[in-house]
């Protein structure tokens, strides 16, 4: 699933970053690789999707969201 | 010589340590061949002299950027005896990834757990004990913003510059793929060593986050953003309550010096000119110098605190939407809105930015806002000639136009300064809340403030001398001037932009500085005091602005007015805004190209304007 479309509460942990190198760089630093768990705070409607990773609350732009792929977990 | 560099993540406090060590006495410059900023300084610590080198902020040192290339270039090369890594201890595992990346480098280290006052907050326990014996190195726990620690930290680096430690290698890591999935199994081989670090440092971490009643309105789509934009009014009035006291102790000065300074000067029998100079130029520059720092210590201040306690992050977030149709990254709101009170101040909080090219674009999208002073002097402008509704609409006119300059800067020169296949959209930590610690706030503004009083100074009084001589008169009348002469000369030219000689003379004035346009437009219309004490002493210059609104409504036409207002407000902001923009981007290049578009950008749209105008308007 991808996180651009998770509802806020969802529990889960990263399938794929996709392939593009320097995003997957500049998003490995700040806190999400594969296999990290990550809580969706919260995803408005045309707002970037706030996560919480690794202690930090983070701001992803909607659109890198959609190249995500994450696996919901109970 | 002890050789000690900073590294850290952005937001790891880097530069309030720096600071805190160096004081005011640090060098500013760039990285040989990039317009990367390098900032170093010394201090004494016990008889020993110590160098400090800020290392460009960056998330990782993967080569990707001009930063991240300058910072492992820079300590590859043993130009450090000793390095500084900075974490924020709130949020410690994922700022420990630049810990894990610099390991690589095999260097000697000690590590810096700032922020602790924020994770204690939190509720979270840190053994740094422990963490010190996983890796090796000294590990000391750390409030940048209190200058308490510092002691301690002067102690330590002296003690490591003669014994360093290093920390072990990270398993799973090499320099040797460089692609998507290279980056993903190193990645996840330097979070399993984080993890291996911190077993045992760490009390639990909470599993699920929950808003606080601030954040979830501060973040919602619609209330917050309303919320965002109320809060930048106060803080407007606050910064203005700030630096009133200190612009009106300056504007005493000229009226206390000039006397005395002509006394003393004619006592001595020198030429005329020169107590013309030196009575005149020397308190006004001063007094100007003083009322621009005042404004930049306010505006700093205010917008320092509003960043301290997280709110900024907030407001990036809020409008990260609307900015990213610019090339820009919501971190760029600070500036943008900062620039509403002051573009000097604006240009500066550019600093935020990601890259030098995000920070070029910033600076360039920041000139279209229309600051403070142009707020104060284009609507008594525009009053002289139009009713209260029209000038309302003249305002209108201004925000619309904001909007559309904002949309051409950012076609104009996006492409070159922030390359398509280069944006990337917004990845930001919002960081949690924090309590304010003035003094660090107020000492950073004051850097700020003195910086520009110091370049005020010496720009304003080149700038004056030039006035000076174009104004001066023989006479007493303007008629016998140089600038009449020239304005005259080339008036059928500027007749085609829609100005006059006098609104052309004023035009070019605004562009060194906003608040003094209508004191220009007495000296120029009225003729009661010299060009020169209406350009630098706007405020001390007595106005009568129901005689200078008759002499100008009669002189010239609506449409000429009309015309010099939006000339006026979208020229270069003012020459300190100028100075600061190269002093930011330190490209000479760049800051010439954007002050040469925002001239003829100002000219076209003044002409357009007119010529619109006349059609409606006599």
């Not at chain 1, 942990?13 to 809580?39: N, P, Q, W, Y």
């Not at chain 2, 500013?28 to 008889?47: A, F, H, I, L, Q």
């Not at chain 2, 600093?351 to 030098?356: E, I, L, T």
């Not at chain 2, 609409?393 to 559309?404: E, F, M, N």
């Amino acid at each position: 699933m991808k996180l651009s479309e998770m509802k806020a509460g969802t529990t889960a942990m990263v399938k794929s970053l996709g392939a593009d190198r320097h995003f997957v760089s500049r998003i490995t630093a700040i806190g999400m690789s594969e296999g990290a768990s990550f809580e969706v705070v919260k995803n408005d409607r045309k707002m970037p999707v706030l996560i919480y990773v690794r202690e930090t609350l983070l701001a992803l732009n909607r659109e890198d969201c959609s190249r995500i792929e994450a696996e919901v977990q109970a | 010589m002890n050789r000690i560099a900073l590294l850290g993540q952005p937001n790891s406090g880097k530069s309030t340590v720096f600071n805190a060590l160096i004081g005011s006495r640090q060098h500013v410059g760039n990285w040989p061949g990039k317009t990367v900023e390098k900032k170093d300084g010394t201090y004494s610590w016990k008889g020993n002299t110590y160098t400090v080198t800020d290392l460009p902020g960056s998330y990782s040192l993967s080569g990707n950027s001009d930063e991240e290339i300058i910072t492992e270039e820079f300590i590859r090369s043993g130009k450090a005896d000793l390095v500084c890594v900075l974490v924020d201890a709130s949020q410690l595992e994922r700022s420990m990834y630049m810990l894990a990346d610099f390991a690589a480098l095999d260097f000697p280290a000690v590590l810096l757990l700032n922020m602790m006052d924020v994770a204690e907050a939190q509720g979270k326990t840190i053994n740094a004990e422990l963490l010190s014996r996983h890796l090796g190195i000294p590990v000391l726990p750390f409030t940048a913003a209190d200058s308490k620690g510092y002691t301690e930290l002067k102690d330590l680096f002296a003690a490591e510059v003669s014994h360093p430690h290093k920390l072990g290698s990270v398993p799973g890591v090499s320099a040797a793929g460089d692609s998507a999935e290279d980056i993903k199994h190193e990645g996840n081989a330097k979070y399993i060593w984080i993890r291996e670090m911190l077993e045992g440092v760490s009390s639990s971490r909470a599993e699920h986050y929950t808003l606080t009643k601030a954040d979830r309105a501060l973040l919602s789509p619609v209330k917050g953003k309303f919320i965002c934009i109320g809060v930048v009014l106060v803080a407007f009035l606050a910064a203005m309550i700030i630096c009133i006291p200190f612009m009106s102790v300056g504007s005493m000065l000229p009226g206390i010096m000039s006397g005395p300074i002509a006394g003393f000067l004619n006592g001595l029998h020198v030429h005329p000119w020169l107590v013309s100079i030196f009575s005149m130029i020397l308190p006004n520059t001063l007094y100007f110098a003083i009322s621009m720092a005042a404004f930049v210590f306010g505006v700093n201040t205010v917008f320092g605190y509003l960043e301290e306690i997280g709110f900024l992050a907030r407001a990036a977030y809020q409008f990260d939407g609307v900015l990213s149709r610019l090339g820009l990254q919501g971190k760029a709101v600070a500036p943008i809105l900062m620039g509403f009170g002051c573009t000097i101040g604006g240009t500066s909080g550019t600093r935020v930015m990601d890259n030098w090219g995000q920070k070029m674009l910033a600076m360039a999208v920041v000139w279209a806002v229309p600051c403070g002073s142009i707020w104060a002097v284009m609507p008594v402008i525009s009053g002289m000639f139009f009713p209260v509704w029209g000038t309302l609409l003249v305002c209108v006119g201004i925000l619309v136009y904001v909007i559309i300059l904002m949309t051409i800067v950012s076609k104009v020169f996006g492409n070159a300064l922030a390359p398509k296949d280069s944006r990337s959209g917004m990845i930001m930590e919002l960081p949690p809340y924090h309590k304010a610690h003035w003094g660090h706030i107020i000492k950073e503004a004051l850097y700020k403030t003195w910086d520009i009083f110091k370049r005020a100074l010496r720009t304003v009084t080149l700038i004056s001398l030039l006035f000076w001589a174009f104004s001066y008169s023989s006479s007493g009348s303007i008629e016998s001037s140089l600038l009449y002469r020239i304005g005259t000369a080339i008036e059928p030219v500027t007749r085609f932009f829609g100005m006059g000689w006098r609104t052309f003379a004023a035009f070019l004035s605004s562009a060194f500085a906003k608040e003094a346009v209508l004191g220009v437009l007495n000296a120029i219309f009225v003729g009661q005091s010299t060009l020169l004490e209406a350009t630098f002493g706007a405020k001390t210059t007595a106005l009568d602005a129901s005689a200078l609104a008759s002499v100008m409504s009669s002189t010239i036409s609506q449409a000429e007015a009309l015309a010099f207002i939006f000339a006026c407000t979208f020229n270069i902001p003012c020459v300190m805004a100028l100075s600061t923009t190269y002093r930011e981007s330190h490209s000479f290049k760049w800051t010439a190209r954007v002050a040469l578009f925002y001239i003829g950008s100002a000219l076209i749209l003044s002409c357009i304007v007119y010529h619109i105008a006349v059609l409606f308007l006599h």
